[in-house]
């Protein structure tokens, strides 16, 4: 019965696959492709076999249980080895120029001179793992938090399968730890999980996204199909062309995005949340880093709660037991469409 049932959620995630075949991490039948693609990580850029990640997994997984938050990590811990968290292996770079350099077919970090009203320089923060993408990504795992959150879309019914959409997302790791989760494996009408970044940024999302499919010895269960989108916050025209199967996201997400000081950048990412979140009893989740810019946090929730939504701000202490971490460092913001 529960075979027949996942065959039926995998042919309709095929049925999203053929509506939105530019964006969606196809499943892959060996490590071909995503593994070399993305290369090796450490010092030398070959081809990684299956038997050297399950190691640096292991070893990974030793330094994230010692301590959760990354603070005190070194360089190469940061910025050269793979970061896991439970079990969700993702790779990281010091710079777009670094991540470049570990695929032979990526143009991360290139700039496209035609487009000149792209006035920030592609910004090195998402090649990294943040903090707040591990406690998002255990918040909005913890089954009481996603029946909250995906209320909505049971009370209307749909047979659609429930959508996330990640802002900013790095490596992936929030979205990834979502869709590893136990919460993922039960949605009975399926899970399509969306990583967005700036275009350049999301070639890592999406080669992390590959890596961890159960198809590829990662924990994203088949049934779960996970999707990459370059979208610059405060463009229209990126929200305007995702494909209809995912522009309308039951829940949002977002960790450690209003850590600028530039009240542009902020504005900018209020203005793609409200495009995003289009209905009454909709929402996005953010985990913000009260330690960065919290006037930033401010002036976010403001522009939010005038623009049709209520924040109710969730303690960084109540948010996951395995995660301990103190109010002033960071809190969610569940952001309601009114
Ligand atoms: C501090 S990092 C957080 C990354 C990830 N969410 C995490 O917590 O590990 C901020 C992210 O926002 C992305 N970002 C910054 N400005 C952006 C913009 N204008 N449009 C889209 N993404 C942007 C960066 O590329 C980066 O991935």
Known sequence: MAASNDQRLERRARDVERDVPDVVVAARASNEGSIARVGACGESNRIQPKSDIVTSRRVASRAMSREWRRGRLSFKEKFIDPCVVDGVLVRQYASAEAFAKSTATSTAGRRDDDDDDDDDRVPGTGFTVWDASALLGKYVGREDVWERLTAGKRRDGTRAPTTTLELGAGTGLAT????SSEIASREEGGLVCVMTDLPEVVALARANARENKEENGGRVPRRVLLATRGVRWGREEDVEALPEA???PDVVL?????YTSDEGVIRALAKTTGMLVRDSGRVAVFAACREHRPESIELFVSILETEGFTVRRVPASTVHPDYPA????????ECWRR
Request: glycine share 4%; charged share 30%; net charge negative.
């Open 246 to 248: 995912i522009r309308w």
């Open 176 to 179: 990834l730890l979502v869709a």
């Open 326 to 333: 103190s109010d002033d460092e960071f809190e969610i913001l």
């Open 254 to 258: 977002g960790a450690d995005l209003m």
